[in-house]
């Protein structure tokens, strides 16, 4: 069914990407937005806006029987999820199937595998990827056997846990047995369940991952690679395609993995296989497939020249891709900063008000995503992103060069933002020599 | 401190959704103070089981606004006669619409007590979050 009317259940950035992609389109549009967006720079694009709820994100972005009442009651064919909110959600994405409403992204029973942390390894390993070697163990000889394996050092968790509690790191066979009746004893009182696993830790990593693509006519490409391995607390601030100084071969590899995964879970739409690149081995492990668009999809945008929104619509009216592997060219080199409210002084708290000034520079090569202007106001209630600048130039150099200028002509006023941080980075000798680890901005910072 | 109309109203709807009685907050050039009185609506928890959101407490006209979005209802069934009509007299636990989200009706509490003057919404039609349903003019 060919989509007429699109319903974008979400906010922000990328609902204005959505909406201009429409636009382009010239399909309808409905933003469903909660009464602090009321006012926002999506609602003034949308053709039809209605208020779904108040502002906190519980009772409105994130209410699966108000975002499918409000797609319906608007006579709108398909709902556009975003990312975050109810973008990966299986009951939203069924419920709207019960309603012969269309959910652009992949059928909900493939949202429950990808979800499910247990269920997405098991299909990874069925379908040949490597994982985190990683097991559980039930005494201090079989913990002890697994990391003489698998070598040091390797972490120790509690089984029933989760969260990042109760995770001890051992580097050696004296340290696994200390820390091992201790895990233990604490993973009883804190899960009731004195069950451990091991998994192996690894300690210089990348983080990249693959764009894929696929039409319900059986057709699967995968759009190259992004490297976001700068991140501060699992949060990406810098992402960048290609992955600098990654070989020919692993690059090869990582994309054959991430279409092996895709279709073992019988994708369809746009989304993106998540792995880890073991730096002091050359080993990668598959982590976890994004069922959606992501906040980084325009580097990938910019080196293909595709419109990945337009691409999720072509696919969920069930028309086909239009293209095969073969003709998908990637040009150039990209990266995307993450401008965001909040305040690098005072531990990176978020720092909602009002923005007085907001100019973003207009420079060839440079493209700009945002919903702000000189007076919007940034809520308290949801993330802190204010735009994303990206930048491409035919060689990654060309691209910081631009990005270096560009992070030095914003000007903001009213709220604090990470532009400074952001600069401090891209001039940075060692991310400019493209050699960096997930750790780095964490040291780099401390 | 830059404050526009809307930024107030912003303000006045989270103290009214919040368990706050009173607030005071002054700044260089600014000072706000507010403070719910009596008559203030149920807040909170209570709206949930499908009290309505009812405007500005006190005495004059009153607007029942939807406490959530869905298909406004003015009776109980099809064919059968509206739950309010123009000239009724409304307690604040009367119900005075249905609201369904998929398939879920949801009973529409008045909030105010007064007569209703006019009724704001089309039977049927959808009604978003806040939108005014009816017009009461509070008991004096």
């Not at chain 1, 580097?171 to 998994?199: H, I, K, M, Q, W």
């Not at chain 2, 109309?5 to 000072?31: A, K, T, Y």
């Not at chain 2, 709206?47 to 500005?56: H, I, K, M």
Request: aromatic share 6%; proline share 5%; net charge negative.
């Amino acid at each position: 069914m060919r989509v007429r009317r699109l319903f974008v259940a979400n906010r922000g950035e990328i609902a204005v990407r959505i909406l201009r992609t429409c636009a382009e389109l010239g399909l309808a549009t409905v933003l469903g937005a909660s009464l602090a967006d009321r006012d926002s720079l999506a609602a003034e694009l949308a053709d039809r806006v209605v208020v779904i709820g108040a502002p906190h994100p519980s009772e409105s972005y994130l209410k699966v029987p108000t975002i499918v009442a409000a797609a319906v009651g608007t006579g709108c064919d398909a709902v556009h999820p975003g990312y975050g909110f109810l973008s990966e959600n299986p009951a939203l994405a069924s419920a709207l199937a019960e309603h012969g409403v269309v959910f652009v992204g992949p059928p909900a029973e493939t949202l429950a595998i990808a979800g499910d942390k247990l269920r997405a390894r098991a299909a990874a390993i069925a379908a040949g990827l490597p994982v985190v070697p990683g097991r559980e163990v039930s005494t201090f000889a079989d913990a002890r056997a697994f990391a003489d394996a698998e070598g040091y050092p390797v972490l120790v968790k509690a089984a029933g846990g989760g969260g990042g509690r109760g995770i001890k790191l051992a580097v050696d066979a004296a340290s696994l047995e200390s820390v091992f009746g201790l895990a233990r004893a604490e993973a009883a009182a804190a899960f009731g369940d004195e069950r451990l696993y091991l998994e192996r830790f690894v300690r210089a990593a990348r983080h990249i991952e693959v764009q894929v693509a696929a039409d319900t006519h059986g057709t699967m490409v995968h759009l190259g690679e992004r490297d976001c391995s700068t991140q501060r607390r699992y949060q990406k601030v810098i992402e960048e395609t290609p992955a600098p100084r990654l070989s020919r071969q692993l690059r090869d590899s990582l994309c054959e993995a991430a279409l092996a995964f895709a279709r073992a879970i019988s994708y369809r739409n746009i989304g993106t296989v998540e792995f880890v690149v073991d730096v002091e081995t050359g080993e990668f492990f598959f982590l976890e497939m994004n069922c959606r668009i992501q906040v980084e999809h325009p580097v990938t945008e910019l080196v293909c020249g595709l419109d990945l929104v337009a691409l999720q619509l072509r696919i969920a009216s069930g028309e086909s891709l239009g293209f095969q592997q073969a003709d998908v060219r990637l040009d150039g080199h990209a990266i995307e900063c993450r401008l965001l409210a909040e305040d690098s002084d005072h531990d990176f708290r978020p720092a909602p008000g009002r923005l007085e000034r907001f100019v973003m520079p207009e420079l060839p090569g440079l493209r700009v995503d945002s919903h702000c202007r000189a007076g919007t106001v940034i809520p308290p209630y949801y993330d802190s992103l204010l735009a994303k600048l990206i930048a491409h130039g035919p060689e990654r150099d060309d691209a910081l060069a631009t990005m270096t200028t560009a992070l030095g002509d914003i000007e903001v006023a009213g709220v604090q933002t990470n532009r400074e941080l952001l600069a401090r980075l891209v001039a940075d000798s060692r991310f400019k020599s493209g050699n960096i680890t997930t750790n780095w901005l964490e040291q780099a910072l401390a | 401190m830059d404050l526009s109309e809307e930024d107030v109203r912003e303000i006045l709807r989270i103290i009214d959704r919040s368990e706050v009685e009173e607030l005071r907050i002054e700044v260089s050039g600014f000072s706000l103070h507010v403070r719910k009185t009596a008559t203030s609506p149920p807040a909170g928890g209570e709206r949930e089981d499908g009290g309505s959101r009812a405007a500005t407490p006190g005495t004059g006209t009153q607007i029942v606004e939807a406490p959530m979005l869905g298909t406004f209802y003015r009776s109980e069934a099809p064919g059968e006669p509206p739950l309010v009509a123009v000239g009724d007299h409304l307690e604040p636990d009367s119900v005075v619409c249905l609201i369904e989200v998929m398939k879920l009706m949801n009973h529409v509490q008045a909030g105010v007590s007064g007569t209703v003057v006019d009724v704001l919404a089309e039977d049927g039609a959808l009604v978003e979050f806040g939108q005014p349903l009816f017009s009461v003019t509070a008991d004096a």
